[in-house]
């Protein structure tokens, strides 16, 4: 059964800290991964989208990491501001001659304080 | 400015009130969605439609129903609402479904009594 999911359902962190929100995923046939920032009460953004050949890619101060052998993937948040609050979605796409199917982890919801 | 619009944005309806959701995309997407998310399930796929004319389920498809009769437009059909289809419901719209980011809505809060 494909599955998305995330770790921590939700952290409380200081402004200024950093944080690594993590995704495991079992999803067959993989084709992408996308990172998606859910501001209360607004629709998700995405933040970044990554492929089986990437890595890592980077956002600004968001840097998105991927294990495809591991099937995982990691999302660190570098000298976090109180903006950064939000849930913060994982979404693994799979594809094959029968169709094509999102898979939502329940997301992380992150709580930046002063 | 590209985006995916939403009508109404806050609905309170009783059960059995025939409803439509709509929704409209201005960037040519082929690739249209409907979701519902709940606390503690998070983002749930209703229907998708692939292009004009072609529309499939989702993982949570009963209970509604969708149109795509023009490539702009995806609204969602609440025929006999009830309590339990109260939700944050979100349209969403991509290029196509393979690679490219989805532009979501800015959600319609749907209380259904």
């Known amino acids: 059964k494909n599955q998305v999911e995330q770790s921590p359902q939700s952290l409380i962190i200081l402004e200024g800290k950093n944080c690594t929100l993590q995704?495991?995923?079992?999803?067959?046939?993989?084709?992408?991964l996308r990172w998606y920032k859910q501001d209360t009460g607004r629709g998700p953004v995405s933040l970044t989208i990554m492929t089986f050949s990437e890595n890592t890619k980077s956002n600004g101060r968001y840097t998105a990491t991927l294990d495809a052998d591991t099937k995982q993937s990691s999302l660190h948040i570098t000298a976090s501001q109180l903006s950064d609050s939000a849930s913060y979605i994982c979404?693994?796409?799979?594809?094959?001659?029968?169709?094509?199917?999102?898979?939502f982890g329940k997301g992380t919801t992150l709580s930046v304080s002063s | 400015e590209a985006q995916v619009t939403q009508n109404p944005r806050y609905l309170i309806t009783v059960t059995g009130k025939k409803l439509t959701v709509t929704c409209s995309q201005n960037m040519n997407h082929e690739y249209m969605s409907w979701y519902r998310q709940d606390p503690g399930l998070g983002l749930r796929q209703i229907y998708y439609?692939?292009?004009?004319?072609?529309?499939d389920k989702g993982d949570v498809p009963e209970g509604y129903k969708v149109s795509r009769k023009e490539k702009r437009n995806f609204p969602l059909i609440l025929e006999s609402p009830s309590p339990n289809q109260t939700s944050l419901y979100f349209c969403?719209?991509?290029?196509?479904?393979?690679?490219?980011?989805?532009?979501f809505g800015p959600g319609t809060r749907l209380t259904v009594l």
């Open positions: 439609s692939m292009n004009v004319e072609v529309t």
């Open positions: 979404v693994v796409s799979a594809y094959s001659q029968a169709g094509t199917a999102l898979i």
């Open positions: 995704c495991n995923y079992t999803v067959s046939p993989f084709s992408n």
């Open positions: 969403a719209s991509s290029l196509a479904v393979t690679s490219d980011e989805q532009f």
